[in-house]
């Protein structure tokens, strides 16, 4: 989930236009794969439908083995929404009256939730994006798009990263046993996803956060703590800059982390494979 007043990161694109537009001229360029055209689109409620197709390159960013991981359901396009006055990370609540937001750049932007009303499906994961509202300028509405759906993507890959595609059969059956149903294989050796995930929570807690929507997460329990820094770290290492608004130039996210790096593009391009039961 992508939640706080985001005025200041907007202000940060503005100001880093030269690299921001090489991102998006990048995006644009991009061609969508097979594999992103198979990511089911569901509502679609947005104006703007040239920025549908940026979501499908966005996905295009991934390789191969990443998206092949993600079990997402389908992608819901919603009209624009606010964060109301109280709203909270642990509990968001949207408005789709513009009075009633908390400010006007307080955009909840965008969210990924397990279906947990579908009874075949329960475990696949939803996206929902929020259009953004037409004050916002046309570069910030495009990075910010790629930023909060590659965000929501990589929160897929890493839920889907713990049990794969078999959630139905073996979603339980892991809980019980806490067994994985799936391996990744990263330079040849097959690692236990969550093993991978706390070894990177453990290096992770030696640097500062890698973005400012990351750092919101700074204190609170690893559980939470985790899922946001890993979608984040996902998300710098596929745009190739880390939303940071104190970085001094943004394409240097893993400078002084260069061991993440290695980590994260490990993670990134690993395939799975289910462990026989
Ligand atoms: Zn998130």
Redesign the pocket.
């Known amino acids: ?2 939640h706080f007043s985001n005025e200041e990161v907007f202000g940060w694109i503005t100001k880093n236009q030269v690299p921001m537009l090489r991102f998006v001229k990048r995006v644009n360029e991009t061609e969508i794969s097979s594999l992103a055209m198979d990511v089911p689109m569901g509502k679609i409620e947005w104006q703007n439908k040239r920025l549908m197709e940026f979501v499908r390159k966005c996905i295009s960013l991934f390789p191969p083995n990443a998206i092949e991981r993600a079990f997402c359901k389908r992608i819901d396009f919603l009209p624009t929404a606010w964060f109301t006055r109280g709203s909270t990370p642990q509990k968001p609540n949207v408005t789709a009256v513009r009075q009633d937001a908390e400010t006007e750049f307080s955009l909840p932007c965008g969210f ?1 939730t397990f279906m947990s009303k579908d009874p075949v499906n329960v475990y696949r994961q939803r996206i929902e994006l929020y259009e953004f509202p037409d004050y916002l300028p046309p570069l910030v509405e495009s990075v910010y798009l790629a930023y909060t759906f590659i ?2 993507f990589s ?1 897929v890959i890493q839920k889907s990263s713990f049990y794969y595609k078999h959630y139905e059969e073996n979603f339980l059956k892991d809980v019980v046993s806490n067994e994985p149903s799936h391996f990744l294989v990263i330079g040849g050796e097959k690692i236990d996803p969550r093993k991978w995930q706390e070894d990177f929570l453990e290096r992770a807690l030696k640097y500062p956060p890698i973005t400012t ?1 990351s750092g919101i997460y700074k204190d609170v329990d690893d559980h939470v703590r985790i ?2 820094y890993m ?2 770290y996902m998300t710098t290492y596929i745009m190739g800059f880390a939303m940071n608004k104190d970085a001094r130039t943004p394409e240097n996210g893993f400078d002084d982390k260069p061991e993440m790096f290695q980590l994260i593009k490990n993670f990134i391009e690993a395939k799975a494979v289910i462990v026989a039961k």
Request: aromatic letters at 10%; a negative charge.
């Open positions: 989930m992508v990924a965000h929501e929160h929507y899922h946001e979608a984040d």
